[in-house]
């Protein structure tokens, strides 16, 4: 048992899940919380090599393959990072987990969803956010703040604009006690205040000792 809190922010590509967790991040800074920020696919030596793989425009794979290149890093992050902080009590911001493998993997590439669920728990042992946040945004808005960033396009990136629709459908569906939804059309200030306050509201009704 422990007092740690695991908050997952999730969405289609651009949502602004990056700059939503580094402004919370710079927020829980100044109210002195200790707090471990990672991103998926990512986060250790061989998660990082994994993403490197997954995201090559120069590769292609079966949708099974990718399915497990996913759920290999995740196991990884989860064992050597995210379970050891919250075991210390510290609060875990992560840029995506499960629910972003069943909005691409389910959703987009048509996988099984109890195959899917089925292995994501091998990967993670079970472990759930205590917070999930969703932003919704529409697919084609987010691509085009990609573009407009100057990053180039990586291979899922790259998938075309009817999987996406398709992904960012599997999120705007999703439901679930622990997970709420916001507009990521808003200013950047204005989702980051939006998530916040959700954050501060469960972090109030949470009990001292938590679920992991
Ligand atoms: N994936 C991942 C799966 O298929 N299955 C899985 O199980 C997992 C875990 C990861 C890829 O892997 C896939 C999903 C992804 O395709 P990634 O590089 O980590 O790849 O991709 P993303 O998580 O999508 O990260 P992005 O950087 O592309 O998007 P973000 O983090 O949502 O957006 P952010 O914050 O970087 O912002 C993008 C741009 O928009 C601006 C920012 O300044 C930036 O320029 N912006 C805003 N502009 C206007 N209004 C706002 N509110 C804005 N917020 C940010």
């Known amino acids: 048992m422990n007092s740690g809190f695991f908050l997952v922010v999730e969405g289609t590509e651009g949502a602004g899940k990056t700059t939503l967790i580094r402004g919370l991040a710079s927020r829980l800074a100044e109210a002195g919380r200790d707090r471990v920020l990672v991103r998926e696919p990512g986060g250790t030596p061989a998660a990082e090599r994994i993403r490197a793989v997954l995201l090559d425009p120069g590769l292609a794979m079966e949708p099974v393959s990718e399915l497990y290149l996913f759920l290999a890093a995740r196991a990884d992050l989860v064992a050597a990072v995210i379970r050891p902080a919250l075991e210390r009590g510290g609060m875990v911001l992560a840029d ?53 960033s100057g990053q180039a396009l990586d291979r ?57």
Do not use: K
Request: hydrophobic share 40%; net charge neutral.
């Open 156 to 212: 899922m990136e790259q998938a075309g604009l009817e999987f996406h629709a398709r992904v960012a459908e599997a999120f705007r569906l999703a439901t679930g006690p622990n997970l709420v939804h916001l507009d990521a059309s808003q200013r950047p200030e204005q989702v980051l205040q939006a998530a916040w306050s959700e954050l501060a509201r469960r972090r109030q009704a949470a009990p001292a000792s938590n679920r992991h």
């Open 96 to 148: 995506r987990f499960e629910l972003s493998t069943e909005a691409y993997q389910c959703g987009g590439r048509g996988l099984d969803r109890e195959l899917v669920r089925g292995a994501n728990r091998a990967a993670t042992g079970g472990l759930e956010p205590d917070l999930t946040l969703v932003l919704d945004l529409a697919p084609d808005l987010g691509l085009a703040r990609i573009r407009n």
